[in-house]
Nanobody
Framework: QAQLVESGGGLVQAGGSLSLACAASGLTFSGYTMAWFRQAPGKEREFVAA?????QLDDSVKGRFTIFRDNSKNTVYLRMNSLKPEDTAVYYC??????????????????WGQGTQVTVSS
């Protein structure tokens, strides 16, 4: 049974940085596209970033966030710099059992973590 476990969320002031990690088990990690989504209260879950053979970030976080994976540790990371209050959300790690074209809709992903809260104060 595949399992994704996120860590690293917390409270930070605007302009600050946080790093999230997602450790995967029960799947062949190197064969999966790994993604980060977020969901703010009252809003739909939205794509943030993903990495397969290459990385892709949403326009709202380009230049501020970086996604990278370590296949030797079955872990994907999201480094978040210059955080804004509008980045406040629960951040979810997701996995899709294919590489290649990165899909940005939640329904394309099979496995999900439990989420980690990121709160950015103004």
């Amino acid at each position: 049974q595949a399992q994704l476990v996120e860590s690293g969320g917390g409270l930070v002031q605007a302009g600050g940085s946080l790093s999230l990690a997602c450790a995967a088990s029960g799947l062949t990690f190197s064969g999966y596209t790994m993604a980060w989504f977020r969901q703010a209260p009252g809003k739909e879950r939205e794509f943030v970033a993903a990495v397969s053979r290459r990385a892709q970030l949403d326009d709202s976080v380009k230049g501020r966030f970086t996604i990278f994976r370590d296949n030797s540790k079955n872990t994907v990371y999201l480094r978040m710099n210059s955080l804004k209050p509008e980045d406040t959300a629960v951040y979810y790690c997701a996995a899709r059992g294919a590489l290649g074209t990165i899909l940005t809709t939640p329904g394309a992903y099979t496995y999900w973590g439990q989420g980690t809260q990121v709160t950015v104060s103004s």
